[in-house]
């Protein structure tokens, strides 16, 4: 039988080749054999501020990324996320089963907050320091100390639930369609395991209710670094438009970028965890090109840098031209009748789901 998989991305920021490499270049290989159902998950964009009507452009931005990186609706489903009202009602039912130590240990949600995140688990702590009158140490120290205390503890009141609670309502997304196969980067393998644990958490209290879902990875896919940074996942919130290969940008630029990636010492083009700059562009090359990184390596015997980044240039190149010719040539009206037949579908699923859910939780029909 067919797996059924499930994925989705945030309507916010640049989508770069990380996320195309990373993730939709795997949805299209893998609709054909799978039962596949991909959402643009809008309530996790707003978990972090957004301008409205930039956050609707972006929404069917990438809806028409999703068509020309060839997602095919006659195979898949496609929809927005928040069309579908299921997914933060059982978020919310995930909720009461969430611990709070849980998702205290979420690694994205500490790089998100910034060293608030590193204070939370400090907190008592912290709070017990506060309260303490017998101490030994300089005054002048103990009040800047307890200055320090009080900033952290404010900076954590200020951190919103919605991004503390983000890997729940991903939970639910998941959880809602009974998916097998869940095809992600490496960093958020995390919450696919946190999936897994309230989905045997919920069927242990409440019986049998949730299929339990499989995280997948591809090797060279799983993180495409940054272009000016080989040690940080590339970005679409980059602080620098040269850490990425924007998927709208055009053929000079992509050059330029290119150009200006970061090397490592040396001058030698050889895939090796002691060259991660190059072996990230190794990557890139090998994903677009089916090339393998040996056969890379042997095309550049005895040349340098310069010469490979040119060709890694005209590789890029060579996919985003008829990649956005096809977005160009998609319309809106085209675009929002995929994502209301989309929606029509998955409102089936999750409304089948849903009343599973409520019957086994106690709600009265």
């Excluded at 009040?143 to 900076?155: C, I, K, M, V, Y």
């Excluded at 919103?160 to 095809?183: K, R, S």
């Excluded at 037949?341 to 029909?365: I, S």
Aim: neutral net charge; proline residues 3%.
């Amino acid at each position: 039988m067919a797996k059924r998989l499930f994925s989705g991305i945030q309507p916010s920021g640049n989508l770069h080749l990380g996320n195309y490499l990373g993730a939709i270049k795997q949805w299209v290989e893998m609709q054909d054999d799978n039962e596949a159902i991909f959402c643009i998950v809008d309530l996790h964009a707003i978990t972090v501020a957004q301008d409205p009507a930039e956050l609707r452009r972006k929404t069917l931005e990438i809806a028409k990324i999703y068509l020309a990186a060839g997602i095919d609706p006659a195979k898949s489903t496609l929809f927005i996320q928040s069309h579908v009202s299921a997914h933060a009602e059982l978020g919310w039912i995930l909720n009461t089963i969430a611990r709070m130590a849980e998702l205290e240990r979420m690694t994205q949600f500490k790089e998100k907050s910034s060293d608030v995140a590193k204070r939370i688990q400090q907190r008592t702590l912290a709070a017990k320091v506060l309260q303490e009158e017998v101490i030994e140490e300089d005054p002048g120290r103990r009040l800047a100390r307890l200055q320090l205390e009080r900033e952290s503890l404010q900076r954590y009141a200020s951190v919103g639930v919605g991004l503390f609670d983000y890997p729940v309502l991903m939970a639910a997304d998941i959880l809602l369609y009974d998916t097998n196969v869940v095809p992600v980067g490496d960093d958020q393998m995390q919450h696919v395991e946190l999936t897994r644990t309230l989905a045997e958490r919920f069927n242990k209290r409440f019986g049998e209710t949730f299929v339990i879902p499989e995280g997948k990875i591809t090797k060279e896919g799983a993180r495409i670094m940054g272009l000016d940074d080989p040690l940080k996942k590339m970005s679409k919130s980059a602080g620098s438009v040269y850490n990425y290969i924007a998927l709208t940008d055009d053929a000079q630029t992509v050059r330029k970028k290119i150009k200006k990636a970061v090397t490592d010492s040396g001058s030698e083009i050889v895939y090796h965890d002691e060259k991660p700059a190059l072996k990230n562009l190794i990557n890139i090359y090998t994903l677009l090109s089916g090339k393998t990184s040996q056969e890379i390596e042997k095309m550049y015997v005895g040349k340098g840098y310069g010469d490979f980044k040119t060709d890694l240039a005209e590789v890029i190149v060579g996919f985003l031209t008829p990649f956005q010719e096809r977005l160009a040539a998609i319309s809106d009206d085209t675009v929002l009748a995929v994502l209301k037949t989309g929606a029509d579908k998955a409102r089936a699923l999750a409304a089948a789901k849903m009343e599973q859910v409520r019957e086994h939780v106690g709600f009265l029909e």
